[in-house]
């Protein structure tokens, strides 16, 4: 029996925990691994060096429109960006409806149940539309993009294998863990992720073939393309085994912080869902035309925030006055997510994180300087607790900040604050942010 996509339903349930013992099989499944590494590698660098260039194009457009009437500057911009704001939104509808968002509850839904992949025009969606709304500054992630194209990947090089049964899942995952390696340099947290937020289980093969495909799309990112750790950042002192309980009180009130942004970004999609009488591209020509807004007076508050992000960690920033963009973010983040284009959530709430932990830090450090040498591990710390707050997967948010920051010495201080901020949502039973969307699609499917 076959799916309307001419794929066979009989392998559709099955991946093998064990990796195989055979030769033949294991070198097959191996060399796929590395294929899919390759793949993901080279459209996501390729993704994130034009993604680089768009953001740089954004910032001279505006630039430039400051030379107009301050009327006719901010309306031309506000337009520009709702126009691929809409434009994004429509690929995603005409196209490619699993395209929308993160991608990662979609994956998720493939990988642990039984259904088959619409993946036909995903990956141009998810390329173009994805580099169409974060150029023009929604506060969305480079993840999402990357951790479903290579999904796509994955499950094409292993469509390859027919007679291997449990191929094309089995590579899906890795090309997920491979995209999200690639999107922020970290191959640890890349193979963790598939292995803590997706299955959710350790298993031989996933965790082999993962660590493979994550491992060479990071080798090919740096040795090739000579891509960096994603943020430079001063070598931080290692904190007093003492200030431990203040690192758990903080993750504690990220963890109330993440509970509100989960329920806020569901507020958001639910209000949408409300208006089915407007087009989805208008919708999104709305938000689109308030971040154009954004672009016009505040240039540095939208985005994805790695800009936000690597100035609190260079110290270069005023800590309280970045509190009020958070306010802002906090709230442009789910509106963002809401539009329909292609983004992902990972990179707003880490610089959600960097910037309340940085304020939190400065304040600690005035109060208790002793047991708060330096404020800066609490932004770091964030960063890793907002993740877990809101995502709930505290060792892939742990150890992708630790390869993005390269701040090793901070994994004692990270690991009470993850644990304040997983606490607190696991105490109110609010539901990890793929988990809630996925129950959503479910619904309204």
Not at 12 to 31: H, T, V, Y
Not at 310 to 321: G, P
Not at 323 to 328: C, F, N, T, Y
Request: glycine share 12%; proline share 7%; net charge positive.
């Amino acid at each position: 029996m076959t799916d309307s996509g001419g794929h066979e339903q009989g392998e559709m349930d099955f991946i093998p925990d064990d990796f195989p013992s055979a030769p033949g099989p294991a070198l097959i499944l191996l060399l796929g691994a590395v294929v899919v590494g390759i793949l993901t590698g080279l459209v996501g660098t390729a993704f994130l060096l034009l993604l680089r260039k768009g953001d740089a194009l954004r910032g001279v457009l505006t630039d430039s429109l400051h030379a107009w009437p301050p009327f006719f500057g901010w309306l031309a911009i506000s337009i520009l960006v709702a126009a691929a704001v809409s434009a994004a939104a429509w690929m995603v509808e005409k196209f490619a409806p699993t395209a929308s968002g993160s991608g990662v509850p979609y994956v998720e839904k493939i990988l642990r149940g039984g259904g088959q992949p619409r993946h036909a025009w995903v990956l141009p969606v998810k390329f173009l539309g994805g580099w169409l709304a974060l150029s023009a500054g929604l506060v969305l992630g480079r993840e999402g993009p990357l951790v479903q194209i290579g999904a796509v990947i994955g499950e094409k090089v292993g469509r390859q294998f027919p007679g291997l049964r449990g191929a094309w899942k089995s590579l899906m995952a890795a090309g997920a863990g491979a995209g999200l390696a690639t999107a922020f340099n970290a191959p640890v947290g890349g193979t963790i992720f598939v292995l803590e937020e997706v299955f959710r289980k350790v298993t031989p093969l996933t965790f082999i073939l993962t660590a493979t495909a994550a491992s060479v799309s990071v080798c090919l990112q740096r040795a090739v393309f000579h891509m960096p750790q994603d943020y430079a950042v001063p070598v931080i002192p290692e904190a007093p085994p003492q200030a431990v309980w203040l690192f758990f009180l903080f993750g504690l009130a990220i963890g109330i912080l993440g509970v509100l942004y989960n329920r806020l970004l569901l507020a958001f999609l639910a209000a949408g869902a409300k208006w089915k009488t407007i087009p989805v591209p208008v919708r999104a020509a709305a938000i689109g035309f308030l971040m154009g807004s954004f672009a016009w007076f505040a240039p540095k508050w939208i985005g994805g925030g790695d800009d936000i992000t690597q100035s609190i960690l260079a110290s270069r920033s005023e800590v309280w006055l970045l509190l009020g963009i958070a306010s802002l973010r906090f709230f442009l983040g789910p509106l963002s997510y809401s539009a329909g284009t292609p983004g992902g959530l990972f990179a707003p709430i880490i610089a959600l994180g960097a910037i309340v932990g940085a304020a939190t830090g400065s304040l600690n450090h005035a109060l208790l300087p002793a047991l708060v040498p330096a404020p800066l591990a609490f932004a770091v710390a964030g960063m890793a607790a907002f993740f877990t707050a809101t995502i709930r997967a505290p060792l892939t948010g742990i150890v992708i900040c630790l390869e993005m920051t390269g701040c090793y010495s901070l994994f004692f201080p990270m690991l009470a604050t993850c644990l304040g901020a997983c606490l607190i949502p696991t105490l109110l039973k609010n539901a990890p942010i793929y988990d809630a969307l996925a129950a959503r699609d479910a619904r309204r499917s």
